[in-house]
């Protein structure tokens, strides 16, 4: 939250910087040129300043300017809920053989484009009981578009979902987290959660699977959204039943987001 706050002071500083100077000098009659030249370089002078704050506000977990955000739901069931992000791409047949044994239900947010590639292995996902979110269509950066791009990007997505035969709430999680304006405003207008996460361990460990498993074990608590990439790193997929182990072990059990969402206090 600090970050937040930081963020925000920063645009604000901006936007302050900038009327001052307009007041300062709009109003005088000479010298007009002078004054242009004046108030472009405290512009340029502020750009820096406004786009660290758009830096900071799109990369935020839990604050957006529209809608609801979720990092992680607020809890008195002692569950977490396991989430993967991207495709399904390789052996999923395998995978879900893993998280059958270890008798967990998980929530894949899945692109697009992938799943076109594979209705079938989406379609075990879904005959296996776990849940399908929408991870957007081509996995792009969803910050500086066009509202019919997004709109594409998540629709297209959630009709795939439905061909292979998902009939449960799909929620959404933003293409490597980012998000400013128009995305949250659209999922905020068609009934959308923007889900994040409060614990991404292979985005910092790439080829350990004990730390992996070290890291979410020492960071998890009830309610917490964990993000694991299990199609592109390998170490992940080694993590999972670790981190089924080790949470089980101190009492918590593993639930869809959806379910976790229900448990809302």
Do not use: C
Not at 20 to 30: D, H, L, S, V, Y
């Amino acid at each position: 939250m600090i970050d937040i706050f930081v963020a925000l002071a920063f645009l604000l500083a901006a936007a302050g910087a900038v009327l001052i100077t307009w007041n300062k000098f709009a109003g005088r009659p000479r010298n007009r040129i002078f004054q242009v030249v004046r108030i472009g370089i405290v512009l340029l002078a502020l750009i820096p300043l406004e786009a660290y704050g758009a830096y900071r506000l799109m990369n935020a977990r839990g604050f957006q300017f529209f809608g609801e955000i979720v990092p992680r739901v607020e809890t008195n069931r002692s569950a977490v809920a396991l989430t993967f992000d991207d495709g399904p791409r390789g052996n999923v047949e395998s995978f879900l053989n893993t998280l059958d044994t270890l008798g967990v239900k998980t929530t894949f947010f899945v692109n697009g484009g992938d799943l076109a590639r594979n209705i079938e292995p989406t379609r075990a996902i879904v005959a296996a009981g776990h849940e399908i979110g929408n991870h957007s269509r081509t996995h792009q950066r969803m910050i500086f578009r066009s509202l019919g791009f997004i709109r594409s990007e998540i629709e297209g997505t959630d009709s795939l979902i439905r061909e292979a035969g998902y009939t449960g709430a799909i929620h959404f999680r933003p293409p490597y987290g980012k998000k400013l304006l128009a995305l949250p405003w659209y999922l905020s207008r068609t009934g959308r959660k923007t889900i994040m996460v409060d614990l991404e361990p292979d985005s910092y460990i790439r080829r350990d699977s004990e730390a992996i498993v070290d890291h979410v074990l020492e960071r998890a608590q009830p309610g917490s959204i964990i993000l694991l990439h299990i199609f592109g790193v390998r170490a992940s997929r080694e993590a999972v039943p670790g981190i089924v182990a080790g949470l089980r072990e101190r009492g918590l059990d593993f639930v869809t987001v959806s379910e976790l969402l229900d448990a809302e206090t």
